[in-house]
């Protein structure tokens, strides 16, 4: 089945970084768009960024452009989000996604088949 792991999460001061990563299993990752999206206590679930199928295509969340980076390794399942210039309103659950059958990438969660169980992030001021 598939699988999702988050890590890396974990507290950081205003201004530090953490790089998140996503080790997939259960379906042909090396073909399928991953993306990285957030939720913030009270707030609905948001977009953060999208990566296609290669790693040639990426697009972010304007809030994040500039700071954030992600990649990912096909040889190794995995996918990363480099957060760095971190603010407090950065402060959130950190959730993989997978378009399992799309190889271009999606900010619309809609279009995104599994999840992982999400890492925490939290930034202090």
């Known amino acids: 089945q598939v699988q999702l792991v988050e890590s890396g999460g974990g507290l950081v001061q205003a201004g530090g970084s953490l790089r998140l990563s996503c080790a997939a299993s259960?379906?042909?990752?090396?073909?399928?768009?991953m993306g990285w999206f957030r939720q913030a206590p009270g707030k609905e679930r948001e977009f953060v960024a999208t990566?296609?199928?290669?790693?040639?295509?990426?697009f972010y969340a304007d809030s994040v452009k500039g700071r954030f980076t992600i990649s990912r390794d096909n040889a190794k399942n995995t996918v990363y989000l480099q957060m760095n210039s971190l603010k407090p309103e950065d402060t959130a659950v950190y959730y993989c996604a997978v378009r399992s059958t799309y190889r271009t990438g999606s900010f619309r969660a809609r279009e995104y088949d599994y999840w992982g169980q999400g890492t925490q992030v939290t930034v202090s001021s």
């Open positions: 259960g379906f042909t990752f090396s073909s399928s768009a």
């Open positions: 990566i296609n199928w290669s790693g040639g295509s990426t």
